[in-house]
């Protein structure tokens, strides 16, 4: 089973939505590929943002891997 990653940054701040945003890689030869990388990616992003940036918009990122159907 193949599985597509959707990845979304979101923030606790009042007013702001989650937004949908494109990982490096979409799809994974299964769920278990597709779950370590939102994981490794979710850290590396967060190890990014800037002090400031996670002071002011306390950010969090959520993902989910979906089957993809094999045709």
Do not use: W
């Amino acid at each position: 089973m193949k599985a597509l990653i959707i990845m979304y940054l979101c923030s606790h701040v009042p007013g702001n939505a989650c937004k949908q945003f494109d990982p490096e890689y979409l799809e994974f030869k299964n769920y278990h590929k597709c779950a370590v990388y939102g994981y490794e990616y979710s850290a590396e992003l967060m190890g990014n943002f800037s002090d400031s940036f996670v002071e002011d918009f306390r950010p969090y990122i959520v993902f989910d891997c979906k089957e993809i159907a094999q045709t």
